[in-house]
């Protein structure tokens, strides 16, 4: 017998279209407020209008800039590629940023997506505003992890109601487990005395790897759930890595089934705009006599 991977499921998406994986889909008019029931000790508020701006820009065809009355505010941090959230309102914080020992930090994928909700403000280290342009480019240089190509997915699975994280990065570390792991740092770094600096290169090392380019394992994606909790999230419902204009080879897949544990695994396409999802399945063929 012999084995080959079959392409299957193949969809492609364009903005405002419907979507329908395996997972459920949160239409438009049960969109609970994400941080509804939650007892997370992340110690998130709700805003009542999240979910009305959300749905209002997933049925857009066009990306553009929205207004809040409730809007958090974030600090850009060079050092680690990704910015730390000085003042947050609303529930969205509950599926979005990852907690260390009490802050959130963003994302690049996940700062764009709220600038362009009207949800983030971005300033930089002197406080100074950055634009949306500005924040666009920091994803087009594509040296935090993230290209455009990488958003664009990022941006239709969001929009759809799915929650969406890094793939392989913790939603939430303990702070004893976080000290556990910078005692091991180098003896210049710990000897630095600066525990928040060490915190921030724990951080930082955990996405450097994530070059841009090739195959890898992208985003842990969840179904949507009122009562998801950063401390608990349970395992996604699939793993999204995006590939090229090149299918991927039989031994690509199987690398990256086993880096995947045991969680599904599905390929995202982006090109001119168009993002097409698609999954293998391995069958077994006859070998003819």
């Not at 084995?3 to 998406?13: A, E, L």
């Not at 609970?32 to 959300?54: A, I, K, L, V, W």
């Not at 009207?118 to 920091?138: C, M, V």
Request: proline share 6%; with cysteine.
């Amino acid at each position: 017998m012999a084995s080959c991977f079959m392409m299957i499921q193949k969809t492609n998406i364009e903005a405002g279209e419907d979507f329908s994986p395996k997972c459920p889909v949160m239409e438009a008019d049960k969109w609970p407020s994400f941080s509804e029931g939650t007892s997370d000790s992340d110690g998130y508020g709700e805003d009542p209008d999240d979910d009305e701006h959300c749905c209002a820009y997933a049925s857009s065809d066009i990306p553009k800039l929205q207004f809040r009355k409730d809007i958090s505010r974030s600090r850009w941090l060079d050092p680690l590629g990704m910015a730390e959230v000085v003042e947050r309102k609303g529930g969205l914080w509950t599926t979005t940023g990852i907690v260390r020992n009490g802050k959130i930090y963003c994302f690049i994928e996940e700062i764009l997506y709220l600038a362009e909700i009207g949800a983030l403000h971005l300033y930089s280290k002197d406080d100074t505003p950055l634009s949306l342009e500005h924040i666009y480019k920091k994803v087009a240089e594509g040296k935090s992890g993230c290209s455009l190509e990488y958003y664009e997915a990022y941006k239709h699975l969001k929009s759809l109601g799915y929650i969406v994280g890094r793939h392989g990065i913790p939603w939430s570390v303990r702070k004893s487990k976080v000290n556990c792991v910078i005692n091991q740092d180098p003896p210049e770094t710990a000897q630095s005395g600066d525990e928040e600096s060490r915190n921030n290169v724990l951080i930082s090392e955990m996405f450097n790897n994530m070059q841009i380019g090739g195959l890898r394992l992208a985003f842990d994606v969840y179904p949507p759930n009122s009562r998801f909790r950063k401390s608990a999230p349970g395992d996604p419902c699939f793993v999204l890595c995006l590939a090229s204009e090149y299918p991927p080879s039989k031994e690509e897949i199987e690398d990256l089934e086993r880096h995947s544990h045991g969680i599904l695994l599905k390929f995202c396409l982006v090109e001119h705009g168009r993002v097409s999802f698609f999954s293998f399945n391995k069958v077994e063929l006859p070998i003819l006599p």
